[in-house]
């Protein structure tokens, strides 16, 4: 079986998944706190999980990650980020932050855009 990204799949996806692979589905609740909640990119950092199961984890699948390559904050309060997608891809994000609170994000959809 090929690798796949723990993040392409919800959490109901991942309990039928780990239960079709003959895993506890109650596990994909416990993965998704430590990728969602505590921001773990290392399945052996998974300290609750069993050794077996992380090995698992590490045969069947990855974490991708995105890595933060500039950081500008304008006069304004507006911040850049430029980001590197896993693939070696780079995109950039946006944040503008308004007079009267809001926050509007603006994400480039197509690697090149900027």
Known sequence: MKKKDIKDFTLD?????FEDLGEKKFRATQLFFWVYKKGTEDF?????LPVVFRKFLHNNFYLSNIELL???????????YLLRLEDGSVIETVL????RGRITECISSQVGCK
């Open 13 to 17: 996806e991942l309990k039928k998944k």
């Open 44 to 48: 052996n950092d998974m300290s609750d």
């Open 70 to 80: 500039k950081f500008v904050k304008s006069k304004d309060k507006t911040e850049k």
């Open 96 to 99: 503008i932050f308004s007079s």
